[in-house]
């Protein structure tokens, strides 16, 4: 095992349970969020949960509306 490794570990952990991506950032030492969010973004609990909320409420939103014009 590298030292990488564990390094990587950590954030992992650190993140899976609701860490800050800020602080993993700070405690890395990455020089940005986003090397931090591109790297560990698919660990962070529900982080994409919001995107896809989102895109959902646009695509009922639009077809709701496409109805309602008929």
């Known amino acids: 095992m590298r030292f ?13 349970r609701g860490e800050s991506p800020v602080y993993v950032k700070e405690q890395l030492g990455h020089s940005s ?4 969010v591109y790297i560990y973004g698919h660990l962070i609990p529900g ?3 919001q995107a896809v909320n ?3 409420d646009f695509a009922t939103n639009r077809n709701l509306s496409a109805t309602t014009k008929n």
């Open 54 to 56: 989102a895109l959902d």
């Open 47 to 49: 982080g994409n949960r």
């Open 4 to 16: 990488h490794d564990i390094r990587h570990t950590y954030a992992s952990i650190l993140l899976s």
């Open 33 to 36: 969020i986003q090397m931090t």
